[in-house]
Every structure is written in C-alpha cells, then in structure tokens.
C-alpha cells in the first residue's frame, strides 16, 4: 500500500470516527458539543440539523465512488467547522475551545488531499470557451 494512500485512510478513519461521535452528540444532545451549542446561544435544534449533516458526510467519505458528493462532504465539513471557530472566537472563548474545529479541520483537509484518484472527481476536459464560427448561409 502506497504511503499516500495509507495517510489517507488513517486520517480519513480519525476524521470520520471524530465526526460520527459528535455527530451522536448533537442528535442525543449530550457531552460537550451540546453545551459548547447551548453556551454559544444556538438553539437546540442546530444541534440536531448539524448531527444529521454529519452523519450524511462520514457516510460519504467512507463509502466507494461518489465523488461529486464527496466535494460536497468536504465542502460541508469546512463550512461547519470555520463556523465553529467564528463562533468561539466571537464569544470570546479562551483556549482550547478555538483550537478543537482548527484540528478537525486540519485532519479534514489531509485526508482531502490524500485521497486517492477514484475517490476525486474527475477534472472536466478541456474544451473551447467559445465554439467556432460556422457558416451562416450555406456553400
């Protein structure tokens, strides 16, 4: 197995056993992410839209193929964990609050781009940006 594709699978593993714990958090409402929720003024019901979201992107980086909605996952991810640090850094939290979405992030974004060639999606061939001109009349 190539280096790369084994850092991928260990930091996609971390992220995704990670994400589904606080995924589990938010739908049952409980542990620290439901306080750090509560303490931030979110309403209890972000908690539980955030929980499903969650669980939909670790089902889609696990699984094979899908590599449109894998953008999507890892697009998602970033938008909720910068939320997360917007949040705690606006509140004003102290140290390590701010910290924890910066990890999650970093280990989000090796896993990206470590992924392997069939879980990418593929780049679209390159074509003109504006079709030749074609007779109007014809010969």
């Known amino acids: 197995m190539k280096k790369t594709n084994l850092g991928y699978w260990i930091t996609v593993g971390l992220f995704s056993a990670l994400y589904t714990l606080s995924s589990v958090m938010d739908l049952f409402g409980v542990g620290p992410a439901h306080i750090t929720l509560a ?3 979110y309403p209890a019901y972000v908690a539980t839209i955030l929980g499903v979201w969650k669980a939909g992107a670790v089902v889609v980086l696990l699984s094979p193929g899908l590599p449109r909605l894998k953008e ?10 910068t939320g997360g640090l917007a949040s705690h850094l606006f509140h004003g939290d102290a140290l390590p609050k701010p910290i924890i979405p910066i990890v ?4 989000a974004l090796t896993s990206y781009w470590l992924r392997p060639a ?3 999606l593929a780049s679209p ?3 003109p940006a504006i079709a030749p001109a074609r007779a109007l009349v014809p010969s």
């Open 125 to 127: 061939k390159s074509e």
């Open 118 to 120: 069939d879980r990418r």
């Open 72 to 81: 999507w996952a890892y697009a998602g991810i970033v938008f909720d964990l």
């Open 39 to 41: 303490s931030l003024g």
């Open 104 to 107: 999650f992030l970093g280990v």
